[in-house]
Every structure is written in C-alpha cells, then in structure tokens.
C-alpha cells in the first residue's frame, strides 16, 4: 500500500524521486520499499552522496579488491564503482521507466564535477558514462555553469538525456531551456528520436534561502526577518513560471511536433536547513503537475508522516513571489550576488566531495592491497 501522503503528491502530478543511493540500499531492499509504499520513481545522485555511501559501507569490498587485482588506477575505481550502483539502480527501476515512456524511472550520475568549467571535457565523459551504463534510464548531470550550457547542447544533440543541475537564477534557467531546445534541434538534425531524449532542470531551492536569510539578519530590522524563509519558494515559483511560458511558444510547439517532450523543473536541495521551518516546506509549497521533487530519505519521511497536500501550491503565486524578491532586494540583497555565490559554492562543495571521494577509495585500495 503506498502511503497516503505520498500517493496525494504524486496524484497532484510532481514525481518522487529519492536524493539518495548507496549499494546496501539496493541490496537490502530499501530502495525497493520506497517504491512500493512512497511513490518513489527515480533517483538522483551527487559526490557527496556517494562519497557517504563508500566511507559508511563494506558492502564495496569485495569490488575493491578485483580493482586491486586489476592494478585499476583510483579515478577508475571511481568510475567502476559509481556506474555499477547507478546500473543497478536503473534497472530497479525499468519497469517504472517502461510504464512512463521513460519520463520517471530515472536515475542520475554526475560527470566530475572537476569539469564543470570544460566544456568539451564534460561532453566525452558524459558520453563515456552513457556507453558504459548503457541504460536507457540513465539521466547524465551536468552543471549549469556558463561553460556547462555548451556541454548540455552538445550532449542532448548526441541522444543522451540529461539532468541539468546547480540552477539558482532565474536567468541562469531561462539559458538552460534554451541550450535544452538548442540540443533537441540539433539532436534532430542529427537524426536522433527525440521521444527517447529525457532532461529535467534542477532547481535548488533550500540553499537561497540560507544564504538570503543569513543576509537578512545581517540587515536586522523587522522588515527583514519578516523575509526569512521566503526566497527559496518565491524563486522557485517564478522558475515554474517561466517553465510554463517557454514552453508555450513556437519554438517549443516545433519540437514537440516531432516527438520531444518538455525539460521538467525538479526541485533539488529540498532538505529544510533551518529547523525553525516546517521539515516538508519545500515540497508541500512547491506543488504543481509535471515537476519533479528530489527528497532525501528524512525529507521523504516527512512527507509521508504528517505532509499536507492541498493541490497545486505554484499556479496563480507569480506576483506574491515577485514581491517577496523584491522586498529583499529593497533590504540591499542583491539576488544576482547571491545566486552567482551559491553556484562557485555549489561547484566548490561538489569538487570537496569529489575529492573525499577519491581519498575514501584510495584507502580502500591500499587496505585491500595490504590484505
């Protein structure tokens, strides 16, 4: 039986996927579980997720040790080791994917995020996961750096499906819609089925309300804290809005004409920062037909145990969310500082765990070679 909360979500029309893998979470059940009774129907992944995974389990041991015996280098081991959780996962998921024409059962793996400032650097290895994987569930994340919307254009236009990901400005999605439709034309161009290419844009939504509301106490008045908490769901509203209206247009009606389907927003960074705030904030005011939330299991767990569903939260908010942005920026909050610092963060932060990563799998090689 799926749970009643998470079955509303779903029923409202935005799909659950978990921001969380690991390889005893597929071999315990665990990811099958929430399938069955949360309404989960895809996965995403990050350094940091699988940095935690490999540090936390043995469950990777006994493939560490044929990568010993292999003499395989530690960024193969990487490679190895994530896209044989990410494999797996996708096939989990098959059926959810065979039963949505591929638009849920999905599952995420991020190019080094070392790459995010090359462009074509991100364009081979996101073409060597897809080869390798070889899934047809497979979403590639590929940073939404300046460098990164090249990259996003040339993967789509080589059939691969894509999860674009670090989005925080508004102007930041509208270029990541156009180097989505950009791809698709010239998937087209180049032959490709366009039913088959899949993308989603994430949106984080959490982080601004941190660093924003860290700026709103700076400021002190109670104008100000007023504003604390309201940026992450303000902005991310308007982001639905100009999802809607760009894919309201010409341009968008050719493609779909010829088989494309729409880039989804999905709600990333969905995990409350600041215990003051409700623990589902960022799923029960971001509810709207065809988008995608990506939770962390206590985000998920929440929701199921006391979130309250009410329908759609996003259509009809566009001029409430524009004042909130407004009246911060008249505290002297700059929203273009703010979501520029959040990305070199982000990129930062992915970088850090990549490189935990690789020191976690180094000393398993060592202690496997030693054994």
Known sequence: MSNKNTQALSDAGVSIWLDDLSRDRITSGSLQALIKEHNVVGVTTNPTIFAAALKDSGAYATQVRHLVERDAS????????????????????????????????RVSIEVDPRLARDAAGTVYEAKHLSEVINRPNLLVKIPATAEGLEAITATLAAGISVNVTLIFSLERYREVINAFMLGLEQAK?????????????????????????????????????????????ANARLAYQIFQEQFDTERWAVLAAAGARVQRPLWASTGVKDPAYPDTLYVTELVAPGVVNTMPEATLEAVADHGEITGDTISGTWDEANKVLDAIAAQGISYTEVTGQLEEEGLEKFVASWNQLLGTIQAALDNAGKA
């Open 74 to 105: 530690v960024q193969d081991a990487v490679f190895a080791i994530t896209s044989e959780d990410v494999s797996e996962a996708c096939d989990l998921f098959a059926e959810v994917a065979l039963a949505t024409e591929g638009v849920d059962g």
């Open 189 to 233: 161009e180049n032959g490709h089925d366009l039913a088959g290419i899949h993308s989603v844009a994430s949106f984080f939504v959490s982080r601004v309300d941190t660093e924003i509301d860290k700026r709103l106490d700076a400021v002190g008045t109670d104008e100000a804290a007023a504003l604390k908490g309201k940026a992450g769901v």
